[in-house]
């Protein structure tokens, strides 16, 4: 367990932001951290949608399952967290 910086692009955030995470943190874990940033606060929730994380200008999903320390990033990566039918 170590703490990693990841560089957030939240779906519909008009703001980048770093946020820590966790080497033991799986892909949902990590869209909740990033979500904490951004939802309630320039975003609007979608109840209905689940949150998937992808590497930033990419169309592959990471696992939700996945762990940061199995993802293969480097410090201060840019993710984007967006919004997906469940």
């Known amino acids: 367990m170590a703490a990693f910086p990841i560089s957030s692009n939240f779906e519909g955030d008009f703001v980048m932001q770093l946020i820590p995470v966790d080497t033991e943190d799986t892909m949902d874990q990590v869209a909740e951290k ?3 940033h ?15 994380v ?3 200008q990419t169309n592959e999903n990471y696992p939700r399952d996945m762990k940061v320390s199995e993802a293969g990033w480097r410090p201060t990566e840019t993710l984007d967290i967006i919004f997906a039918d469940s």
Do not use: E, N
């Not at 309630?40 to 209905?48: C, E, K, L």
């Open 34 to 36: 990033c979500a904490y």
């Open 38 to 52: 951004s939802i309630g606060r320039r975003v609007v929730a979608q109840p209905d949608k689940v949150l998937r």
């Open 54 to 56: 992808r590497m930033h």
